[in-house]
């Protein structure tokens, strides 16, 4: 049995002294099953370390970026002494201007400062990446499990510190293991969390099997023959009914260990004339697959999102004294969530938190227990507690929100399916304007002696409450700490001295000091040759290295996203989608990382996505509202044009201004076009996405040019369709945004040789718009003496009249096949430009009704007709690669290589160029077509070898040249009036081609194959 020590009295008095009068509610909590003082750096109890300074660092003129990692390195380099610590990083009282980030990737290192006030130490983040400025986590977070997992027997409760296995063999104490309980079909249907209404809930909103398993590091402490005993006990019951919970040998991640951040003032600065401004730190420290480390005595301001953000693989570490204000941000989602842990066993102790959002919050699956120890949030714009799925073992105790909620509760849709969001967890001696607390099956929890407006089936009451008596109402109970008295109970009273505040250590005065030759001896050991593999156009092909480099198109998903690691990365890279404090496959990604699983021949294609809020994924499910608030959902799909702080959009953030770009959104390009360069791959990017302007009501509400979402008058209509306007460049104001945008665009990606600029996947505009765009690029190129690859994906009509347009022609290098094809029976269907409809409302025309009667999956008609046959493919190919042999055809393949590599070599390019579809002599069929030269010449294809009869005879004859693709040829004359051609006997059987000469005209320049 659990001892509180001195309260343990208070409690069992209090027990017992209402038992006669009224069923006890808080009976089954007066020990609660977990004990929660295990939260907190070493287990919890433990002293933070206080190691002298090992190095001193001065701040310097400019940019202290490279000093401070200089000194951090200093320290890494070191050997760890037997508790694993290395050194100490101390730095001077006094300002440091940290324009990249202070990255900690070794264990044993405590950066240090001259105290968090006025006079300590201030690290100021510039510059206008969204950053941590602190980050602490490894190069590699691969788990180190090993071994067959064992499966759980028999039912261990909550709070349980004794696990019964099927087999012990080969446990010991000391070894680190890893117990999981999976998150599977049955249990999340006992849940209710199958059944979310909304647009495709199974694939976006309802939990799926294996995205909310629940997984506990812990260490063996001892071990029998069917059971093993933990240092830290489980926050959930596992065995029994789920029958599959294993043990494995090993750790879910490789961490770092004895790591500190302490006494110091940490600044993010912002523009001052930008109340909402976001272009800048949006953390203040960030820690992952990190166990043992701590922040203390931290005073933080201006920060976007987190002060303190530990990450699902952090453990152990507690956050002590450290205060947060003046935020500077819009007033949304993933904004402001002060202090944020989605690891175990962590702890926060006196935190502040003036004008946040979320100020306390505990993250997906966060497996506990995980504790909020007297902190305090002043003027809470939204409520702390739980804030996604299922965080089990939570403890808020002595926890004030002033203004509004502390919440244990089911959060419904929020953030895509959030749902229960906690497990187990409890509210002690709480206080906040609202307090809700509510029980998912089979996981109780509870608020016990909280003040608030409280609601729930676990905000219980004071046992001494009587009805029209409400003295014992919303009061204290004892212990007033849970996490104390469990301390004490655990380890004895001594191990609350581990939570006081602390005071900076002196620093000793023989304590050497970094010198700017240790800086540039940094600076020399990390620098990297820079490799270059640029991207040169020859003969018609994209080349690397002599290598073809659009072999291997990389897309992503342009709309749907996941912020549930489990699940994000289904949905591949994507350069600009943003979710903060995630970084990964499918969440922010890691652009060296993505750029080095690439090899030459890959090109990753790019625009910038739909709906910058994943609530809008519901399309007209709900008919695409205005929100009341900015509680946008992630990740994010970036947009190119910035907010401008004023008024509110119809996603309830601050509208644009269309003048000011994005800098993350740009400058995530610029450092994926770096890297590009440098791995031989290709950056395809295409500037608009009209995906926004058509259909769809829901495609259009949040489109930065809509009037009710910018502070331009653009003159857009309020509802869709917008196209038609968005793309009308007689109107002056959209002519000159539409103007700046593009020009913006260059000048980012300026100088980078590995992008290929395109206009719109989904381009169905008009001409004008796009000889507009391609002008712009030539005024920009003319002024700046710079030239860029210019892909054109646009209706086919347009496209041919661009390519006989000499000036703009001169700028396209490369073209791709816009919704177009020749079908199996020969008919060319194509979508058309300047309609104000979207291709896909276009494309299922090309089936006509006699095609689609009687059928019973016309889709499977249109997609047989999309499909088309190889030699409809290889038409088109044909058409266009003789049209201009220097034009470079992107996701088009040569499906005959034989035969081309005979047509171009026995006819000229310059010939070949004068070819346009269609003669009078040849109706296309599915296997033969005609094309037509000036001066009368036609070249005649087919491609099953067969022979070929001509509709109409040529007057006075015809000389008949050959090629099949053996690349024989054959001269024969075709007689006046004859119309059949039958190929010789060499290319029977064969793909051939002919070019057929009028014997009236031959001489024609024309007529010189």
Request: aromatic share 8%; net charge negative; glycine share 10%.
């Amino acid at each position: 049995m659990r001892v509180w020590g001195p309260v343990a009295a208070l409690i069992c008095l209090l027990a017992t002294s209402v038992q006669a009068r009224s069923p006890d509610p808080l009976a089954s909590w007066r020990l609660p099953p977990i004990d929660f003082s295990h939260a907190g750096y070493g287990g919890g109890g433990v002293h933070l370390p206080r190691r002298p300074a090992t190095v001193v660092v001065s701040p310097g003129p400019g940019d202290d970026t490279d000093r401070l990692m200089a000194a951090v390195r200093r320290i890494e380099r070191l050997a760890p002494d037997e508790a694993g610590h290395r050194g100490v990083v101390q730095l001077d009282a006094g300002e440091y201007q940290i324009a990249g980030q202070i990255r900690v990737a070794a264990g044993g290192v405590v950066l240090r400062g001259a105290g968090s006030g006025a006079a300590g130490t201030r690290l100021v983040a510039t510059g206008r990446d969204r950053r941590a400025l602190i980050r602490i986590d490894p190069p590699s977070r691969q788990p180190s499990t090993q071994g067959t997992p064992r499966s759980v027997t028999g039912i261990a409760p909550v709070g349980t510190l004794t696990v019964q296995l099927d087999d012990t063999t080969g446990l010991s104490v000391g070894q680190s293991v890893v117990v999981r309980r999976p998150g599977t079909a049955g249990w999340i249907a006992s849940l209710g969390m199958d059944a979310f209404i909304g647009w495709r809930p199974e694939s976006r909103l309802n939990w799926a099997p294996g995205s909310r398993d629940i997984v506990w590091d812990r260490r063996i402490v001892a071990v029998s023959d069917d059971s093993v005993t933990l240092d830290a006990p489980l926050t959930m019951a596992i065995g029994g009914t789920d029958g599959e919970a294993v043990l494995v040998e090993g750790a879910s991640a490789t961490r770092l260990r004895e790591i500190g951040v302490e006494h110091l003032r940490l600044i993010s600065q912002s523009d001052p004339e930008r109340p909402m401004d976001e272009d800048h730190s949006w953390f203040a420290v960030s820690i992952d697959a990190t166990e043992d480390g701590w922040v203390r005595d931290i005073a933080a301001e201006g920060f976007v999102s987190s002060v303190v953000d530990l990450g699902a693989t952090s453990r152990r570490i507690t956050v002590q004294d450290v205060s947060a204000a003046n935020p500077v941000s819009e007033m949304g989602g993933l904004r402001r969530r002060v202090f944020y842990s989605a690891g175990q066993q962590t702890l926060f102790v006196r935190c502040s938190s003036r004008d946040g959002i979320h100020d306390f919050g505990l993250g997906h699956t966060a497996a506990g227990p995980n504790v909020f120890l007297d902190c305090e949030a002043t003027d809470a714009h939204g409520d702390s507690g739980t804030l996604e799925s299922w965080a089990s073992g939570a403890l808020f105790d002595g926890v004030k929100v002033r203004g509004n909620a502390l919440n244990l509760t089911h959060r419904g849709r929020d953030g895509q399916g959030v749902g229960w969001s906690a497990a187990h967890s409890v509210l002690w001696n709480c206080e906040a304007t609202d307090v809700e607390v509510r029980n998912p099956p089979g996981a109780p929890n509870a608020a016990i002696g909280c003040r608030g407006e409280l609601t729930g089936d676990g905000a219980l009451e004071d046992p001494r409450v009587q009805p029209g008596r409400d003295f014992h109402r919303a009061q204290p109970q004892s212990p007033a700490s849970l996490y104390r008295a469990q301390l004490v109970g655990r380890l004895g009273v001594e191990a609350l001295s581990a939570l006081e505040p602390t005071n900076v250590p002196p620093v000793p005065a023989a304590t050497p000091r970094l010198s700017d030759a240790d800086v540039a001896a940094h600076l020399a050991d990390t620098q990297v040759p820079i490799e270059r593999h640029p991207l040169t156009l020859q003969g018609g092909r994209f080349l690397i290295d002599g290598r073809p480099a659009l072999q291997r198109r990389i897309g992503f998903s342009f709309f749907q996203a996941q912020m549930v690691p489990a699940l994000a990365p289904a949905f591949g890279p994507a350069l600009t989608r943003f979710a903060p404090g995630l970084e990964g496959t499918g969440l922010t990604d890691d652009l060296e990382q993505l750029a080095g699983s690439l090899t030459t021949g890959d090109y990753v294609v790019h625009n910038y996505g739909l709906w910058y809020d994943r609530r809008r994924v519901d399309h007209d499910f709900f008919g695409s509202p205005d929100h009341r608030t900015g509680e946008v959902w992630g990740p994010f799909m970036e947009v190119p044009w910035a907010r401008s702080g004023q008024g509110r959009a119809w996603d309830g953030l601050s509208k644009y201004d269309l003048t000011r770009f994005n800098p993350w959104f740009f400058d995530r390009l610029a450092a994926f076009a770096d890297q590009a360069e440098r791995r031989g791959v290709v950056l395809f990017h295409r500037v608009y996405m009209q995906h926004w302007l058509l259909e769809s009501r829901s495609h259009y509400v949040d489109f930065p040019w809509r009037p009710v979402n910018t502070i331009q008058a653009t003159g857009m209509p309020a509802e869709v369709p917008a196209a038609e306007a968005f793309w009308d460049v007689s109107d002056p104001v959209r002519r000159d945004l539409h103007r700046l945008y593009i020009r913006h665009t260059l000048d980012a990606l300026k100088g980078r040789t590995n992008v290929i600029y395109g206009l719109d996947p989904e381009y169905t505009g008009p001409l004008a718009f796009v000889q507009f765009w391609l002008d712009t690029i030539a005024e920009w190129q003319d002024e700046t003496g710079r030239s860029v690859h210019v892909a054109l994906e646009v209706p086919k009509d347009q496209m041919d009249a661009l390519l006989d347009d000499p000036a703009r022609s001169a700028l396209i290098d490369a073209v791709g096949f816009h919704h177009w094809v020749y079908r199996p029976d020969g008919a060319l269907f194509a979508i058309r430009g300047g309609l104000n409809r979207a291709p896909r409302q276009q494309v299922d025309a090309i089936a006509t009704p006699a095609e689609l009667a009687g059928q019973q999956d016309p889709a499977a008609v249109r997609r047989a007709l999309w499909r088309t046959t190889p030699a409809m493919r290889y038409r088109a190919y044909r058409e266009y690669r003789d049209r201009n042999p220097d034009l470079a055809l992107i996701g088009v393949e040569d499906g005959f290589p034989d035969l081309s590599r005979a047509i171009e070599t026995g006819w000229s390019a310059a010939f070949r160029a004068t070819l346009r579809p269609g003669s009078p002599l040849l109706e296309a069929t599915g296997t033969a077509w005609a094309m037509s030269a000036p001066g009368g010449c036609v070249m005649v294809f087919s491609m099953d070898g067969a022979d070929v009869d001509l509709d109409q005879p040529l007057a006075g004859g015809a000389t008949v040249d050959w090629i099949g693709q053996g690349s024989v040829r054959v001269t024969t004359t075709l007689p006046p009036g004859a119309t059949h051609l039958t190929p010789p006997p060499p290319l029977a059987n064969e793909p051939w081609t002919v070019v057929l000469a009028p014997a009236i005209n031959r001489r024609a320049p024309g007529c010189r194959p």
